[in-house]
């Protein structure tokens, strides 16, 4: 039997892939272990440059594995620490100081809607199907969701998605944000491999620090006290110095985001 999970660098870009058909890649043990590990293996890999989340055979990630969670047994606090226990990888992966594309065919529900929308950039096909589907099994939304959607669509259109737990096709989610572009099923993983290096040749620093000051938010007054900081500095970096010998030498940028 195939792993659930497939972790590949190629070219300086990481493909984290979901591959367990039986369930449309639901997130059982296996692979939260398995998502867990590698995103640690890429926060100590300064060579690996952007990040593409996936799920195979036609499919992003069904959410939880609700045998899984029948048969659990965990009481409160139980279901507390193992909350804790994902929360930790996953708030690794919302604030790494890389580039994320989350690559989304077929359905993103539930706790795979959560993943989907802890990358920086998703893309999906005619084919994505979105839903926020907790409360038909009784739940509340988790795995950033409280976080990440109202960031995106707004306190009263989350509030509206998290309670009526529809589904979202692919157009409305393109409408509402929730999707950067749609691409034809066949050419989605080249589309999120060619934005992903892309950021092979973009300046670490300024990327980590667009990263960093978009998730912190707050008033006026903090975020441009965030700009002046963290403008001063990316004007210190080598790839702020590199850019600009290459603009005064007229030879081509070295970022330069896909067609």
């Known amino acids: 039997m195939n792993a659930p999970f497939r972790y590949e660098i190629t070219d300086q870009v990481a493909t984290l892939t979901l591959d367990h058909p039986a369930t449309r890649n639901a997130l059982g043990p296996e692979v939260r272990d398995a998502l867990a590990d590698a995103i640690r293996d890429i ?150 491999r060619a934005v992903a290096a892309s950021f092979v040749n973009a300046s670490p620093m300024a990327v980590s620090l667009v990263k960093r000051a978009v998730a912190c938010g707050g008033d006026l007054t903090t975020q441009l006290e965030l700009e002046a900081n963290a403008q001063s500095l990316a004007m210190g970096s080598t790839g702020h110095r590199d850019a600009v010998q290459d603009f005064l030498a007229k030879r081509p940028a070295r970022f330069q985001w896909p067609a």
């Not at 620490?81 to 989350?102: C, F, N, Q, Y």
């Not at 706790?111 to 999906?124: K, P, Q, T």
């Open 43 to 192: 926060q100590r890999r300064s060579e690996v440059r952007a990040v593409v989340l996936t799920g195979a055979s036609g499919h992003f990630c069904s959410g939880g594995d609700l045998r899984n969670i029948a048969g659990a047994g965990l009481d409160n606090q139980g279901w507390h620490g193992r909350m804790h226990g994902v929360h930790e990888w996953l708030r690794a992966l919302i604030m790494l100081d890389r580039p994320v594309i989350s690559a989304v065919d077929g359905a993103a529900f539930g706790a795979g809607f959560g993943l989907a929308l802890a990358a920086d950039y998703v893309i999906g096909t005619p084919r994505t199907r979105m839903c926020v589907s907790f409360l038909r099994v009784g739940l509340v939304p988790d795995f950033g969701l409280f976080y990440t959607l109202p960031r995106i669509v707004g306190p009263q259109r989350a509030k509206e998605l998290m309670l009526s737990a529809r589904e979202v096709g692919a157009d409305e989610a393109l409408r509402l944000g929730l999707l950067a572009e749609l691409q034809p099923p066949d050419q989605l993983q080249a589309r999120a």
